[in-house]
T-cell receptor, first 112, second 117 residues
Framework: QKEVEQNSGPLSVPEGAIASLNCTYSDRGSQSFFWYRQYSGKSPELIMS????GDKEDGRFTAQLNKASQYVSLLIRDSQPSDSATYLCAVKGYSNTGKLIFGQGTTLQVKP | DTGVSQNPRHKITKRGQNVTFRCDPI?????LYWYRQTLGQGPEFLTYFQNEAQLEKSRLLSDRFSAERPKGSFSTLEIQRTEQGDSAMYLC???????????????FGEGSRLTVL
C-alpha cells in the first residue's frame, strides 16, 4: 500500500463546476496535510494546508480533513480553465523532519 | 529573486557520466530537501538537511547519489555513473524549522531536469 494515494485521473469538469480531488494516507500519526498545484513543466506550489479535522476555506478552495478515515480532499468551486493542472496531496508524518510524502497527483482538466 | 534557486535547469549527459546539481535555498530557511520526480508521479523524497547535517536519506537512494550542504547554505546533489533510469526532474525545496505559526510548507525551486542518453 502506498503511503499517500490519489486517483491519477484525469478528472474532467466543465468551467464553473465544482472539482473534487481526493487523497488517502496510511500513517495514522500524520499531522499536517498539504495540497500543491503543479502546472506542466513547473514546480509544485502550495495551495492549502490543513491540520485539524473539518473544513478549511480559502477563496475558491476548500480542504477537508477526516483523520479517523485517513482522508483529505480538496474542493475547487467555480472551476476555471486556469485551474487545469496536476494536484498533489502531501502528508507530513509524526517525525520532526518536516519531510512531506507526496501522492502521485491527480490531473484536473477544466473545459471551457 | 528570493526563492529557491536551482541550476542547471537542464542537463543532458551520456550514460556513465557524473552530474552535479546545485540548490540555493531561501536565505532564512535552515531545512533543505531533495526530491526526484518522474513523469506522471509525485515528488519522491531523496534526502534532507538541517543546516549542514544530513539527517535523513531515502532507503531507495542508490549509493551513486550523494548530497552535501557544507556550510548550511547551498547544497549539491551529485549522481555518479549515471544510468538512463536516473532521467528525471530533481527538485530542491527548503523550509523553516517547525515552530508555532510555521505551516511546515516546503517551497520548491524550478527543478533541474536530467536526461541520460
Amino acid at each position: 500500500q502506498k503511503e499517500v494515494e490519489q486517483n491519477s485521473g484525469p478528472l474532467s469538469v466543465p468551467e464553473g463546476a465544482i472539482a473534487s480531488l481526493n487523497c488517502t494516507y496510511s500513517d495514522r500519526g500524520s499531522q499536517s496535510f498539504f495540497w500543491y498545484r503543479q502546472y506542466s513543466g513547473k514546480s509544485p506550489e502550495l495551495i492549502m494546508s490543513i491540520y485539524s479535522n473539518g473544513d478549511k476555506e480559502d477563496g475558491r478552495f476548500t480542504a477537508q480533513l477526516n483523520k479517523a478515515s485517513q482522508y483529505v480532499s480538496l474542493l475547487i468551486r467555480d472551476s476555471q480553465p486556469s485551474d487545469s493542472a496536476t494536484y498533489l496531496c502531501a502528508v507530513k508524518g509524526y517525525s520532526n523532519t518536516g519531510k512531506l510524502i507526496f501522492g502521485q497527483g491527480t490531473t484536473l482538466q477544466v473545459k471551457p | 529573486d528570493t526563492g529557491v534557486s536551482q541550476n542547471p535547469r537542464h542537463k543532458i549527459t551520456k550514460r556513465g557520466q557524473n552530474v552535479t546539481f546545485r540548490c540555493d535555498p531561501i536565505s532564512e530557511h535552515n531545512r533543505l530537501y531533495w526530491y526526484r520526480q518522474t513523469l506522471g508521479q509525485g515528488p519522491e523524497f531523496l534526502t534532507y538537511f538541517q543546516n549542514e547535517a544530513q539527517l535523513e536519506k531515502s532507503r531507495l537512494l542508490s549509493d551513486r547519489f550523494s548530497a552535501e550542504r557544507p556550510k548550511g547554505s547551498f547544497s549539491t546533489l551529485e549522481i555518479q555513473r549515471t544510468e538512463q533510469g536516473d532521467s528525471a526532474m530533481y527538485l530542491c525545496a527548503s523550509s523553516l524549522p517547525p515552530r508555532t505559526g510555521n505551516t511546515g510548507e516546503l517551497f520548491f525551486g524550478e527543478g533541474s531536469r536530467l536526461t541520460v542518453l
